[in-house]
C-alpha cells in the first residue's frame, strides 16, 4: 500500500518568515496530494490540494508543489502568522483507490 | 449547516465492554470513513464506505467492524474493546472516492482502560 512520509515533525519559525513542509510518497500512481490542517482540539480542514497534472498550486500565503519523478510534495507557507500554528498533515491517494493515506504531521509553531 | 457529527464525544469504557461511536452526515455524501489519531502516527485509516452496504478495511481494521445501512449514517463499532485503542476517532465524508475534500466530524476521544 501507499506509504507517505513527512518531515520535519515540527517547526518553529519566526513570525514573518517562510515555513516548509516535505512529504514523499512511495505509489507512483497516486495523483491526489491534499493538505489538511488542524488546530488545537479542532477538527483536519484541507486548505489546499494538488493534483499529478499540475506541478504547483498557490492560494495566497499557502502553496503546494509536485515532483512525481521524485515522488515528492511540498507545502510553503509564507509570511507565517501566529494564526498559521497548527499541526499540518499531508496525505496521499490515486483515482480508483477509496484509501487515503496521511504522513505523520508536523506540528508548526509561529513564534511572535 | 452541512456537517458531520460523531457521538460521543468523549467516553471512558473498560476491557470488553462493546461500544459504538456514530457517525452522520447531512450532505448527500457517497464517500464515508473512519480515522484514528494517535501521537506520532497521523490519521490511520480503519474502515471506509463508498456507499451504501459497500464497506472495505482501510490500513488498522483489527479489532473494529462498521455498517453502512443508510447513506448519512457510518457508525464505528468496538465488540470488545482494548487498552490500545485508545485514541482520538475522526469520521469524514467526501463526495467523491479519495480523490477528493474529506469534511471530517469534531473527532471522539475514546479511552478504554
Known amino acids: 500500500g501507499e506509504n507517505v512520509e513527512q518531515h520535519p515533525s515540527t517547526l518553529s519559525v519566526q513570525e514573518g518568515d517562510s515555513a516548509v513542509i516535505k512529504c514523499t510518497y512511495s505509489d507512483s500512481a497516486s495523483n491526489y496530494f491534499p493538505w489538511y490542517k488542524q488546530e488545537l482540539g479542532k477538527r483536519p480542514q484541507l486548505i489546499i490540494d494538488?493534483?499529478?497534472?499540475?506541478g504547483e498550486k498557490k492560494d495566497q500565503r499557502i502553496a503546494v508543489t509536485l515532483n512525481k519523478t521524485a515522488k515528492h510534495f511540498s507545502l510553503h507557507i509564507t509570511e507565517t502568522q501566529p494564526e498559521d500554528s497548527a499541526v499540518y498533515f499531508c496525505a496521499a491517494s490515486k483515482a480508483g483507490d477509496y484509501k487515503l493515506s496521511f504522513g505523520a504531521g508536523t506540528t508548526v509553531t509561529v513564534r511572535a | 449547516e452541512a456537517q458531520v457529527t460523531q457521538n460521543p464525544r468523549y467516553l471512558i469504557t473498560v476491557t470488553g465492554k462493546k461500544l459504538t461511536v456514530t457517525c452522520s452526515q447531512n450532505m448527500n455524501h457517497e464517500y464515508m470513513s473512519w480515522y484514528r489519531q494517535d501521537p506520532g502516527l497521523g490519521l490511520r485509516q480503519i474502515y471506509y464506505s463508498m456507499n451504501v452496504e459497500v464497506t472495505d478495511k482501510g490500513d488498522v481494521p483489527e479489532g473494529y467492524k462498521v455498517s453502512r445501512k443508510e447513506k448519512r449514517n457510518f457508525p464505528l463499532i468496538l465488540e470488545s474493546p482494548s487498552p490500545n485503542q485508545t485514541s482520538l476517532y475522526f469520521c469524514a465524508s467526501s463526495p467523491t472516492q479519495g480523490t477528493g475534500e474529506q469534511y471530517f466530524g469534531p473527532g471522539t476521544r475514546l479511552t478504554v482502560t
Open positions: 494538488i493534483r499529478s497534472n499540475v
